[in-house]
C-alpha cells in the first residue's frame, strides 16, 4: 500500500506507515468517493427534473394565456383558477428545491473529499 502522505511503498498489511499516516482515513476517503460514483444516478434524476421544469414553466404559460382568454369566469372559476395556480407554483419550487438537494448532496461528498485529501499525520 502506497502511503498517499510520503509516497513509502508499504505492505499491503500495516495500518499505519513509517511516517505516521494512518491507512484507514484513506480507505475512508475511498469510500466515500464510491459514495459519488454510487448516487450517480441522482446526476441522470437532476437532467429529467430540469427537464420537467421548463415543461412545467411552458405549461403553466400556455394555461394563463389560455385562460386569460377566456370571458366571463365567475367567483367559483377564480377560485378554482388560485386553486391550480398555488399548486403550480407548489410544483415549481418542489422541482427547484429537488434538484438543489441533489446538488447540495454532490457538495456535501466533494467537501469531504477534500478535507481527506489533505491529511495531517500525527505521532
Ligand atoms: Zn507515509
Redo the contacts with the bound molecule.
Sequence with gaps: MK?P??N?QNPSNVTV???G?KFKGYVESKDQMNLSKKYAILHILKNILWIFLVFHIVGGLIAISNVSQISGIGGYEILIIGIVGIVWIFGLFGIYCAIKIIDFLFELDKNKLTRNDNPHPKG
Design positions: 502511503c502522505y510520503c513509502h506507515c513509517i511516517c499516516y
